[in-house]
């Protein structure tokens, strides 16, 4: 290692500019990602039909928005070289924390709806998905983080603001709930990427073995298309995360204190938290619109005629069928 773990961010020009960088990212993504998302979320919300498709999108257009907005803490401390600013106010620090990994988790579960919601559509296509039952454990995920937040803070948190994160975090005061807290935080960052990637296969073999019309068959196709490249959209910029805190949890149970052999080179140190936690978080969230703009064809459509809405082709996914003699009604894409 060629420096002190121990001292503050190193001021050298290539620390600044690439500083410099994550933070013009990120206010990159807040010009571009707040009114694209403002755009599909009023473009969703009018939909004549509101399918579970429909729905799930508008909440994630949502917390898209809120994640657009909310890193801009971190831009000012990247600005500032990396002093806490407006994380040195335990208030502030504390809520942002708690604020922002919320945003992040709902968004995935989300996710993790939409695309088991379409692979269970197209894997048994004369079952109607339950739409109700699908929201209901929406807002039951909801109440879980809720009632988590309230058990932590119960017990005890510490926001702690380090220059290598360039984010407050929480830390349970009470070690015997430090276990308990990393087993939860591996459960609701490690299961929406895995379900998602099932999904994905599931709507590929699916359709591959479908015998449809040429017309309903590209219909569905278009939209599992469109669903699988959201799902890997997010697992490209979600994983970072995933892997690194997989890192860290080897690393504590290999009774190494942090950074450990893993952290100890410059860009993982200073760089690989910030980038995975919020760089790329935030970026997921600002090229949602640009992918529902290049693979929705009617919400481009929208766009460029000015909010002129038409129905969306969200509502008018064609069932995948194997016995032709079924009528219509028998199943709901979404």
Known sequence: MDFDHEQDFPVTLTGQILDKLMASA????????????????RYFWTCKR???AVKLYIAIATIDICTCIAHFPVAVCLFSVRHAQLFG?????????????????VSMFLVMLLSASRALSIACPFTEVNTNAVLGSFFLYIATLVVHDMVI????IEAIYMTYDVYCWTDPITKSMEVGEYAFVAFVVGVPPIVCVISFVVCVVKLAQSTVSTRSKDNNTRAAATVAIFTALFLTCNLPYCINTILYTVTLASDNMFPGPIFSSVYMYWYSWPVSKVVCVVLNATLNPVLYYFRMSKFSAWVRHKGEHGESELSNIQPVRTKPHLTRRATSAF
């Open 26 to 41: 990120l206010v990159l993504c807040t010009i571009v990602g707040v009114p694209g998302n403002l755009l599909a979320l």
């Open 50 to 52: 509101r399918t579970l």
């Open 89 to 105: 106010y335990e208030i502030v620090c504390a809520s942002w924390a708690i604020l922002f990994q919320t945003l992040q988790r």
């Open 153 to 156: 803070t119960a017990y005890g």
